[in-house]
């Protein structure tokens, strides 16, 4: 099974600041024949089920803010929001789907303001 | 617009059975891979049961395989989780949600809570 190890657990960041997630897999979730990384983003607010952000560890969904971004390979990826907003205070989770299914999710960062 | 709706969860006894339904809409149901994803109260997401778009293979987390099945009435739209000989450790939200393509998941219900008590 693939573990999921997002650090760090919570991040506090001031408003306009960058704040910066990070996730790595106990094994790769780069699928060599298509060169994907099999890794997405998920932000969820208090009471709300969580929202897609991004997929193919960098691809934002449509309607997502060009604020936040993915990167990374292999085992270790990020997530980057660029300018901290208000409403961003939420927790984050990233998710892999290169194994068989069930697919694992990090536990998640908690993102607050400074 | 895609929807997904859940009912069926409520309190139960631990080892009593509870069965969630999940109505889809907006999609062509018969199509897509389904999950139930659970949260405990206040802890991460856990992929707990995955279907094919036929309904010929199923998935399961290892701590309820044997005890939770999941299932598929496409003609119904409908997505269900039955389970049995619950645990406190059972309680959680259940959502039933929709896979894209290789597996990330774009539309989620707004959850059904299940709590596990005497």
């Known amino acids: 099974d693939i573990v999921m190890t997002q650090s760090p657990d919570s991040l506090a960041v001031s408003l306009g600041e960058r704040a910066t997630i990070n996730c790595k897999s106990s094994?790769?979730?780069?699928?060599?024949?298509?060169?994907?990384?099999?890794l997405a983003w998920y932000q969820q607010k208090p009471g709300q089920p969580p929202k897609l952000l991004i997929y193919?560890?960098?691809t934002r969904e449509s309607g997502v803010p060009d604020r936040f971004s993915g990167s990374g390979s292999g085992t270790d990826f990020t997530l980057t929001i660029s300018s901290l907003q208000a409403e961003d205070v939420a927790v984050y989770y990233c998710?892999?789907?290169?194994?068989?299914?069930?697919?694992?999710f990090g536990q998640g960062t908690k993102l607050e303001v400074k | 617009e895609v929807q997904l709706v859940e009912s069926g969860g409520g309190l139960v006894q631990p080892g009593e059975s509870l069965r969630l339904s999940c109505v889809a809409s907006?999609?062509?149901?018969?199509?897509?891979?389904m999950s139930w994803v659970r949260q405990a109260p206040g802890k991460g997401l856990v992929s707990v049961a995955d279907?094919?778009?036929?309904?010929?293979?199923?998935f399961y987390v290892d701590s309820v395989k044997g005890r939770f099945t999941i299932s598929r009435d496409n003609a119904k739209n409908s997505l269900y989780l039955q389970m049995n000989s619950l645990r406190a450790e059972d309680t959680a939200v259940f959502y039933c949600?929709?896979?894209?393509?290789?597996?990330?998941?774009?539309?989620w219900g707004q959850g059904t809570l299940v709590t596990v008590s005497s």
């Open positions: 998710q892999q789907y290169y194994s068989n299914a069930p697919h694992s």
């Open positions: 949600v929709r896979w894209e393509n290789n597996g990330w998941l774009r539309y």
């Open positions: 094994q790769s979730v780069l699928y060599s024949s298509n060169n994907k990384n099999y």
């Open positions: 279907i094919m778009p036929d309904g010929s293979e199923k």
């Open positions: 907006g999609f062509t149901f018969s199509s897509y891979w």
């Open positions: 193919w560890a960098s």
